[in-house]
Each structure stands twice: as structure tokens, then as C-alpha cells.
């Protein structure tokens, strides 16, 4: 086939690489050595690259030619040999865990540079074109979060918006909303943008040692979008995990009878709304979208009613009969909430606050909290992404991978939020990654330009290829096929050619 010719850039992925160093092997997928991989386009023409990402962790497990640095789903041990003193020790210092620099989830735009991430207070900054790993950057020196997403989102100046957990920091627990900015003062160009990091507004936990996980957040024109949900992690669990021989992961627990708490912080203000809105239990990781329409804040998630997905992924359920074998008990559902931001505070217990056409509901309990209920829009699509222009606007398409019952997808999909429409791609023994929009120059449309994904084949001898699909009709434009051995990633991004700052520059 053939690339449009304004498609000019590098499409940078991120994913788990390598699960066995020596005699070991990571218990789970999303603890393998990240492996960064990229496609770049030039004159119609596409190169492929790919190299691990050079992290203290890697650097440490090849060396000793084992896992020695625990990863989530696998506790490491130290040497035996070592002597008990310093073997009490390191017992000690895992209380609070000195967390992995294994960032193997996504790729994130800070300043002019590019870093590679995961959920841990530490970020790697990476060369976009050669893929050489660079510094080390750990948040916790600019701002006392433990935890972080590896999904930030990009205001429009630019700026990083991102939030961590803060754990048991002066005996609060708390979720931080942090701002790193896109430029420094000219006469600080030495500085990182890091040392200008800006804390936008703290939300304390609902409980002290039960900190939500979460994945992602949402974010509208004026309001940020935070969800805290009863997928929880046990502190205690995870201070003693070390000594009692199990992963952080079995550190986190799932309460089905508790509620799902929504918080919005207004981006003026800094101040959260004081309204308290609550849903059921749920577990999720994506947020789509999100906008504002008279007064309700609406917002597009993908959620589960239990937390089955992350036990799918340990490596001794992906065995050869794996699609027959693992089946997830909760399917993906896209749910959008409308939430009456503006609602009259006189109302009636019982009263639907929703004054805006749709079938999601907005009711005031009788404590005067106000209890929703979303619209299902569709089910069985995971790892949503869109047009980014219209990130915290009114949308209507989302690109994303198709999942039935099983969390590995076999097609990808254009899905039409507002008419429910369906457009997808696939072919038989083809396992496509997350569907990245490009936007084409001249767009005048929402959908005006292409969709990048890559595909590895089920038959390791079949060659992966990379699929460019027109994001308006879904047809194939054409296909990179690369004779190389590639992964499934995960995130990743596409950077265009005037964002890379050249070598000599």
C-alpha cells in the first residue's frame, strides 16, 4: 500500500520485553524488562528500531543474570549468601519499597523531551529516534507522591498534568493533582522543567491505609476528573509483603458492596467541589473522555464489576491453550456518567438532577449525596483513544481494541460514542495494539486522518507488521511488515517530525 505523504514523524511504543534472566522468570506479564519499539516515517518510507529500555533494573538483572529488583506481580530476593545482618536489612527497607525504574507502560512529552513510564515514582528519559535510555527522574524529588499514572494528560499550552499517591506522608494518605510546566524561565534554561512542578490541589484518601488504584483520570475544559474506586491498596499488606514472601499485587483487594467515589477539581480554583457524587462498584483503568454541556460534566470510562483482567495476565495463565483457557468474568463496558455539577441544592430526595437529554441518571440520597447511574454505550472495546484536539470537548469517535471474553484483542474498532456505530479491522491469527489517531494537516473533521496500529501474529513464524488504516472509512491504506520477533506493548505515541528535536540541536 501506501503512506500518505504528510505522515512524517516516529510513532514511539512501550511494552513489556523480556520475562526470563537466567534461571528466573517474571511471575507476570507486566512485569517483563521494557522494550521500547518505534516506526519512523520519512518520505513515504517506514524504519523500525527497537531496544530495551537501559534501566537501573535492567542494568541490575543482567548483571547478576537473575531478577533481583521485584517488578508488581514478582517479589525479588537479595543474594543468600549475603550475610544475615545485611539480609535483616533489606527486610527493613522494603516497607515503603524502593519501587523499579522498569517503565514499560507508556510514553510521556515533558518540556521538549520524551520519557518513558509506568505507575512508580520513576521516569526515564529516552532519545525518540536512537531509543538510548537517559536519566533517571524520580518525582518523589519534586513532589511527595509513592505512586503515579503512566497516563498524563496535555493542557493547551503544553503543559504535563498527572497525579500520584501520596502514602502515610506526616499520617495522611492523599492523591496528589500535579502540573509539570512545558517551558522554564529563559533564565533558568539549565533547569528541569521538573523543578517548576506546581502542586494543583491534594484530595485525601478516604481511608488512611486503603489507598484506590487507579490507572487514568479525566479532564473538561475547567474541571479535572478524578475517580476513587474500591479497588484498594493495603498498606500493611504491602510494608509486610517482603518478609511473607508475596508480590504487591496480592497486596490489593477488590470491595464489590462499597462505592465508587467521583471527585472534580475545578482548574480555576484549585478547590474541589464540595457536591459529593458516587457510584457502584467498579473496577476500571481507562478514561476516554471527557466534557462539559449546561452546567453536568459528562464523562466516558471503560469499567469491570470485578478485577479479574490483571489476574488474567500472570505468565502461567498465558500458556499455549491460553484463548481457550482464559476467559475474563467481567467484560469491558463503556459507561458514560452525567454528572449535574449545577444542580439545584434544594432539590428532592429521590429527584433526577439530570436536566440534559439522557438515559444516565444523577439522584440525590437521603444524606444529600447524589448517587449515578451511567448509560451503557458499548461493550468489549479496551485501550480507547481519540483525537487528542478533542480531549475535554464534545466528542463522538474513539479508536480502541476489540476484547470479547477473552483480554487479548483480536480486531481493532472506530466506535461512534454518539450514534453507537461500529467500524473494525481484522484478520484471522492477528493480535493488533492500541489504535493511535493521527490527525492528517488540513483536518477540517473529527476523523479527518489515519490510524496506526501494530499487529504481531499468533504464528511466531508469520511476520508483524505495522497496519496504517483511514481513520475516516477504516480501510487499509497499507502495511510495514518487519521480520523481527515483536511484542505485544502497550501505550505509546506518535510524535510528529517538527516535535524531534534533531541530534545536533
Known sequence: GQLPTWLQGILLRNGPGMHTIGDSKYNHWFDGLALLHSFTFKNGEVYYRSKYLRSDTYNCN?????????????????DPCKNIFAKAFSYLSHTIPEFTDNCLINIMKAGDDFYATSETNFI??????????????DYNKYVAVNVTTSHPHYD???NVLNVGTSIVDKGKTKYVLFKIPSSVPEQEKKKSCFKHLEVICSIPSRSLLHPSYYHSFGITANYIIFIEQPFRLDIVKMATAYIRGVNWASCLAYNKDDKTWF???????????SAKFY???????HHINAYEEDGHIIFDIIAYTDNSLYDMFYLKNLGKDFEENTKLTAIPTCKRYVVPLQHDKDAEVGSNLVTIPSTATAVKDKDGNIYCQPEIRCE??????????????????VYATKVQWSPVPTQIAKFNIQTKEMLQWGEDHCWPSEPIFVPSPDAKEEDDGIVLTCVVKTD????????VLDAKTFTELGRATVDVEMHLDLHGMFIPEQDVKTETE
Open 62 to 78: 543482567i548483571e547478576a543474570n537473575r531478577i533481583v529488583v521485584s517488578e508488581f506481580g514478582t517479589m525479588a530476593y537479595p
Open 124 to 137: 526515564r528519559k529516552i532519545n525518540p529516534q536512537t531509543l538510548e535510555t537517559l536519566e533517571k527522574v
Open 156 to 158: 493547551s499550552d503544553g
Open 263 to 273: 471527585h472534580f477539581i475545578d482548574r480555576k480554583t484549585k478547590k474541589e467541589v
Open 279 to 285: 457510584t457502584d462498584a467498579m473496577v476500571f483503568f
Open 380 to 397: 468489549g472495546i479496551e485501550l480507547p483513544r481519540i483525537n487528542y484536539d478533542y480531549n475535554g470537548k464534545n466528542y463522538k469517535y
Open 460 to 467: 511466531p513464524k508469520e511476520a508483524p507488521f505495522l497496519l
